[in-house]
């Protein structure tokens, strides 16, 4: 499966949207990494990953959620359009990582606020 | 208009999301203020509002935008509602401002994940 870097990953995307304006072309590619974790399923499944050592089977990733399998697929992929989580398949099963890096930047941008309270 | 305290402003709520699980109830609050933000022109009003020093009025943010004044009006409803900004009218204009309590608290549950990398 793909591991293609998004664009959130380049490095000089973004400044703290409270530093300045974030342009539009920014505010496009960052909207759908806020958007993937702006639904309760997928911000729970990007929990569970991000907060485990190493590695999550998808086969562990289903059992916490009143949903079918295929509605979890379909989430996860959205993380992982999003830049937010990974994957690899590996016989049977899938395995999930999160992107720390991508959480970070994330963080990053809807941070730095507190000297402007 | 109202100034009431979204649950995201609870500041026991909640542990960055790399550190344990989030819950069901946490996830559904904290999503929906990550949706307000999974909005390209959310996203840019927000940062509009976040980035200026003082309030913002209603006049001086439809003007980046190619979008009609109504829609501009739902976004900032949106982005009020989630407690990511707040306003109030005065005369002729709603005059905004952003909430960095909240910022700050999206900000660190998202990050916090560097020493898992």
């Known amino acids: 499966m793909s591991k293609q870097a998004l664009p959130l990953m380049d ?21 759908k990494a806020f958007k993937a974790v702006g639904d309760p399923i997928r911000l729970r499944l990007l929990s569970l990953i991000a907060s485990r050592d190493g590695e999550t089977c998808v086969c562990d990733l289903t059992g916490p959620f009143e ?9 996860l992929k959205v993380l ?9 398949r590996r016989g049977t099963w899938v395995y999930y990582w999160s992107r720390p890096e991508a959480l970070q930047r994330l963080s990053a941008i809807l941070g730095q ?4 309270v």
């Open 11 to 31: 490095p000089v995307c973004c400044a703290p949207l409270a530093q300045e304006p974030i342009g539009a072309e920014d505010a496009a590619v960052l909207a």
């Open 67 to 75: 949903v079918s399998g295929p509605t979890i697929s379909h989430h």
């Open 80 to 88: 992982r359009e999003a830049g937010l989580i990974d994957c690899e």
């Open 113 to 116: 606020q507190v000297t402007r």
